[in-house]
């Protein structure tokens, strides 16, 4: 849910520095409408709340210093940023009224919208994207996403309304990462420079930005309630109020929906397929599908000696159905992933290594790396230590969780015994992926329209606050991430990304499972829905509520 082509475009940006897909495979919301309520003749008008799901609560309001995609998706409300794509992913200014790209392509001039006030009142200046450019490039900043900023080799506020910055190389994805939140100086400049943690700070809780809507309140574990801001700089939204709903469980979301509790959800295949299928249903919602901006994966801590070895991870590889788990969890509603880049974009290579469902390859795989079943219990072991591990996965997302369990029941087939952990959202990522405590994973990656892929794959990116959490490492690999980068020809670029996917596929630092369908449940008494490549969400502030149909009132 984001503003015109903002909100649900700019989670994609942001996406493209690789935000962690947490929370589910529902996150972009795109496509062809399967059933359709009645088509509007009203006129929009104001009032009204629109009531979304959210499996796991946000970690903050400082999207910056987030990586989970629950965040990122509430402050795209609150925050705006200098540039974003609009309904069709074609780039576009939002707080930068137009820039211009000097002909070396090492330096941007921004020249930004007047009039835009922060949600106190204070202007936006080129001070404000001043503060956010060194907060970002600052090592000490914890974020994922400063890389890009430590790309620039100067920059500087040429007056109020005029920012320009210079890059040491030419940096292809540079225009697009200006599409992260820009923060308030006035208010947090401060507590940076006093050395304070900014997570701790006030605007974490409370934030103050330029976006379509303003922050209420924020019970955690319960509800993120935002207003409308009657001064937003592109229109005043029609809707009233947003409200975030936290509810850790899809079975339980998808009662509250069909209770009509709440206006807008993702749905499992389960639900989608079979559960909706009915008249009273279709006549409350309409359901969108289309081919999801991301992919999910199973992923080795590859500081565990076990996972070192290829062999072992390939043997993984070619013993899980992939296909099984596309037919009997997706029910069909989803495709096969090779790689990290979406099938049908001009990156994706589908001429790499795959892993077919083989059981005694993996078990020929698994000999070769010294795993044989020694003592005849049907779990092999190496040096007297029988292979066992944990799968751990998010609580509330069925789908992750029966691929867990499929997964599962096909390593045992080969020897692998495989225990499965389901951990509350929070927990999961502070407890056990910041500190890189656990043997595997299943999760997903939110995927950009830039293919650089530098956070997540480079060996200089396995840090705590970082998107590398695998510890994956590879010279060859950190090489063409680089050279990727430092090109603006996209047939060069391409032939970069194909050899990465090549790697990848041998490696397999990761088992890349599939990529699903996005599969949405919005109210029929929501109007001016207009799916687009960018999500449904892209002209958020343009949708209404009927008078006649409204049911709440602000308050």
Sequence with gaps: MKSTASLSVRFLILACLLVLWGCGETESRTGDPVSAGAPSRSAPTYGDSI?????????????????????????????????????????????AESWEVSPDERTITFHLRKGVRWHDGVEFTADDVDFTYRFMADPKTPTAYGESFRQIQKAEVVDRYTYRVHYAKPYAPALIRWGTTILPKHILEAPWKEGKDLRQTEQNRHPIGTGPYKFQEWKTGEKIVLVANPDYFEGRPYVDRVVYRIIPDQATIFLELKAKNIDLSGLTPLQFRRQTDYPAFKKSFVKYTHLSNGYTYLGFNLQDPRFQDKRVRQAIAHAINRQEIIDGVLLGLGQ????????????????????DFDPEKAKELLKAAGWADRDGDGIVDKDGRPFH??????????????????????????????????????????????????????????????????????????????????????????????????????????????????????????????????????????????????????????????????????G
Excluded at 346 to 351: G, K, M
Excluded at 391 to 406: K, L, P, S, Y
């Design 51 to 95: 009531i979304e799901a959210s499996i796991g609560d946000i970690s903050g309001l400082i999207p910056n210093i987030t990586s989970d995609s629950a965040s990122h998706d509430v402050g795209g409300f609150i925050y705006a940023s200098l540039v974003r794509t609009d309904k069709n992913l074609r780039l576009e200014g939002e707080m």
């Design 336 to 355: 096969l992933a090779v790689g990290p880049y979406k099938p049908g974009t001009w990156v994706y290579n589908p001429n790499v290594r795959r892993y």
């Design 389 to 554: 591990f944990t799968i751990r996965t998010n609580q509330g997302n069925a789908v992750r969780i029966q691929t867990a369990e499929m997964i599962q029941r096909r390593l045992k087939a080969v020897g692998i015994d495989v225990r499965i952990h389901v951990v509350e959202w929070a927990a999961f990522l502070n407890t056990f992926i910041r500190k890189k405590n656990f043997e595997a994973i299943i999760l997903g990656w939110g995927l950009g329209i830039d293919p650089d892929q530098y956070d997540i794959w480079h060996s200089s990116k396995a840090g705590p606050d970082e998107l590398n959490h695998i510890s994956y490492r590879n010279p060859q690999v950190d090489e063409l991430l680089e050279a990727g980068r430092r090109t603006f020809n996209e047939a060069r670029r391409k032939e970069i990304y194909s050899r990465l996917q090549e790697i990848l596929a041998e490696e397999q630092p990761i088992v890349f499972l599939y990529v699903p369908e996005a599969l949405t449940a919005v109210s029929s008494r929501i109007h001016g829905v207009e799916p687009a490549p960018a999500g449904l969400t892209h002209n958020f502030i343009k949708w209404y509520v009927p008078k006649e149909l409204q049911r709440y009132t602000a």
